[in-house]
């Protein structure tokens, strides 16, 4: 029998793209960028599988090229690029890699956290720009203490309680707040609040939820000004989850004290986002989960994926369970 036909978007770590080449009749979009849509629409025109990327905007346009088209399967735990209902629709299966990258990504939260608090990327540039002339001052580069701090979590998932985690060894008194009940955060000390309660007493405001309609500019105007003058604000959840105009106007006129930010309303952010232009902001590319072992590991959550459900069975991240009801397997091989 013919091999299933897979589009990969771009290069996946090699352990997950050696099993996707060996299982399957493959091709790799070969450019370090995204393929234009333009191109993914040509490309699936005679795929079963597509392999997609969180910056891929996989739609119904998409889908209307792909008759044969069965799953695609996204290097991300996120997976609001898909539009997953007209997916499930159309029969059309939708996984993705969640649990391996939790550390990883709160690790990344973590580290932003430190560096606005603790202003280390100004003081890097400071010290490289030759403008450390005077050496020690009692006053010189005056941040925050994170130890002891409050830290307010705006939803406290699987990467969320992580972050907990990380916010307890350093004594914090932890708030969240969650659409759903969190036992496990609450025996662990943490105590669920209303979002507007955290973003009044929180030190450190720290947003971990997927973007929904319900999630879209949750941190808006209204929000950013019940937050302390001292507080800072930490997402490396989804870019659109805050309204960036407020956050800058927040930034710039003092109602907050920083931010640490992975994640933009628009990726790549054009470099005059005038977020850019404010020192008390620490920015990266959206690369929270990029560690070699994680990388390599959701890459092979994709195959995994992808080969369970050519064998007939369900793929272990599916994240459309009713598609099973549109399509069940038992139809498809
Ligand atoms: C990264 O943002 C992911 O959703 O995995």
């Known amino acids: 029998m013919a091999k299933p036909k897979v589009y990969v978007t771009r290069e996946i770590p090699e352990r997950g793209l050696k099993i996707i080449k060996e299982r399957f009749d493959a091709e790799v979009w070969p450019e370090y960028g995204p393929p234009p849509k333009q191109v993914i629409i040509e490309k699936v025109t005679d795929v079963d599988a597509l392999v997609s990327l969180l910056s891929d905007k996989i739609d119904g346009e998409v889908f209307d090229s792909a008759p044969k088209l069965k799953i695609v399967s996204q290097l991300a735990v996120g997976y609001d690029n898909i539009d997953v209902e007209e997916a499930t629709k159309r029969g059309i299966y939708v996984t993705n890699t969640p649990g391996v990258l939790t550390e990883t990504t709160a690790d990344f939260a973590w580290a932003l956290l430190m560096a606005v608090a603790r202003r280390v990327v100004e003081a890097d540039k400071y010290v490289r720009s030759g403008k450390w002339k005077v050496g020690w001052h009692p006053s010189m580069f005056l941040g925050r203490d994170v130890y002891g701090a409050t830290i307010g979590i705006v939803g406290a998932g699987r990467i969320g309680s992580a972050v907990a985690k990380r916010a307890k060894g350093f004594n914090m008194r932890i708030l969240f707040y969650d659409v759903v009940p969190r036992p496990e955060l609450e025996k662990m000390g943490a ?35 019940l937050m302390k003058k001292t507080a800072y604000l930490i997402n490396n959840s989804r870019g659109p989850v805050v309204d960036e105009k407020a956050l800058y106007k927040a930034l710039k006129e003092g109602w907050i004290a920083g931010a640490g930010l992975d994640v933009f309303e628009q990726e790549p952010t054009p470099v005059d986002n005038p977020l850019l232009t404010l020192d008390n902001v620490v920015v990266a590319p959206h690369i929270s989960s990029a560690s070699y072992e994680t990388r390599s590991r959701m890459a092979e959550m994709v195959a995994e994926n992808l080969v369970a459900f050519f064998e007939g069975r369900k793929p272990p991240n599916l994240v459309n369970p009713d598609v099973m009801k549109v399509r069940p397997l038992s139809k498809l091989f």
């Not at 973003?199 to 947003?207: G, I, K, Q």
């Open 191 to 225: 105590k669920k609040v209303e979002l507007e309660t955290l973003l009044r007493e929180a030190d450190f405001v720290s947003v971990h939820v997927p973007l929904l309609k319900s999630t879209y500019h949750l941190i808006n105007e209204e929000r950013l000004k």
